[in-house]
């Protein structure tokens, strides 16, 4: 016989036809008090369940489902025998059950009012949108870039120097704060160059308290703003910081390049992939077109990296390829060979220059990677 059998059997049956209903009930109830000892929460279930018998409103079921233990304790073996014998309990206990319950519909509905009145009262909490918090941070950075501008326009005879690669950095400044720091300027550096170029009367009067070269040294360091922070924005988006979490080994970020392992026409072969991670520069000569090509990591990341078949990471300023018409001596001294020499032979090709799109296939080999 099952747990659950054995405790129907238990519980006291009402017989409403008894002599004296009223001393039947109590014996009903006595029973359930004394021996089943039913759990609060079985209590609730006997309450909500006559309620529903009953039919109460779900409104008023819930406000009285909100009540004290004590409450479901002295009515809920009532609302059970009731329930039960599908019908009502005599007289004096009809009226000891309507009381409880409606006290519990009472307090439970105190308690709802208690709370409204305690939510109203607290603070009500701004959510601050995405966007709103992103132009915050711009703001306090460009106050910060404001007082920066300000020292070298006084230190200006002095021919101060602004790192403002350095500074996005020590402030982590992500590509979306970088790209309206870069609009931000844009019209100041508009300013500065037709003033240096006289194309505004009105604007050259505005700067006439700098000399020509003060103006152009005010000039190039806004144009190193708009340009730098403008590259940080498109390098923010191509390499982005993995999460711990997902942080791959070399080898799993380089497992997609395709490469030249070894060149039986230029008799050159191809360093271990895997050292261009995290590389400040990299020679790359492509057997096909017979171009060397030098890549040197940006300063706003931690060096060079490599997503699908492309380099990424690199400074499209200071990186560069040329077209080889000799290549054979050329590509051999690079092998192995430090980055002043590399710079040498790479100096000495008279081809026009170029910058390197970053992608990468099996006709290049991967010649040197420094860190």
């Not at 009262?121 to 949108?129: A, D, G, Q």
């Not at 080898?251 to 590389?279: F, H, N, T, W």
């Not at 171009?291 to 499209?316: N, Q, Y």
Request: proline share 4%.
């Amino acid at each position: 016989m099952s747990k659950r059998t054995r405790q129907l059997i238990e519980e006291p049956l009402f017989d409403s036809k008894a002599e004296d209903v009223e001393w039947e009930f109590f014996r009903c109830v006595n029973r359930y008090r004394t021996g089943i000892h039913p759990s609060t929460a079985k209590e609730k279930k006997w309450v909500a369940d006559y309620m529903k018998w009953k039919k109460f409103s779900k409104e008023d079921i819930e406000f009285a489902q909100r009540g004290s233990s004590f409450n479901f304790e002295s009515v809920a073996p009532c609302c059970r025998i009731c329930t039960q014998a599908d019908c009502d309990a005599p007289p004096h206990w009809q009226k000891k059950i309507d009381g409880h319950i409606a006290s519990m519909i009472r307090t439970g509905k105190s308690k709802k009012s208690e709370k409204e009145l305690r939510d109203a009262s607290k603070p009500v909490k701004v959510k601050v949108s995405i966007q709103d918090r992103i132009k915050n941070q711009v703001g306090e950075y460009m106050e910060s870039l404001n007082v920066e501008t300000d020292k070298f326009l006084d230190n200006i005879k002095d021919k101060p120097k602004f790192d403002i690669a350095k500074w996005l950095k020590n402030h982590d400044v992500k590509s979306v704060q970088s790209s309206m720091i870069a609009e931000h300027f844009q019209p100041v550096l508009d300013e500065l160059k037709e003033a240096y170029d006289k194309t505004c009367e009105q604007l050259v009067e505005a700067y006439d308290f700098l000399t020509r070269p003060q103006l152009k040294r005010f000039r190039d360091m806004i144009q190193e703003i708009v340009d730098t922070c403008t590259q940080h924005a498109k390098l923010s988006k191509a390499v982005r910081k993995p999460r711990r979490k997902k942080s791959r080994t070399p080898g799993q970020i380089i497992k997609k390049l395709q490469y030249c392992e070894k060149s039986d026409e230029y008799k050159i072969s191809s360093i271990d992939p895997r050292k261009i991670v995290g590389a400040n520069k990299l020679v790359v000569f492509n057997t096909k077109y017979k171009k060397l090509a030098i890549f040197e990591a940006s300063p706003l990341v931690d060096g060079l990296s490599v997503k699908g078949t492309t380099i990424v990471g690199f400074d499209d300023k200071k990186s560069r390829e040329r077209t080889v018409r000799k290549p054979e001596q050329i590509v051999k001294d690079c092998v192995g060979a430090g980055i002043r020499v590399i710079n040498n032979r790479y100096n000495s090709l008279t081809t026009k220059e170029s910058v390197p799109t970053g992608r990468i296939n099996k006709n290049c080999v991967i010649l040197q990677a420094l860190k």
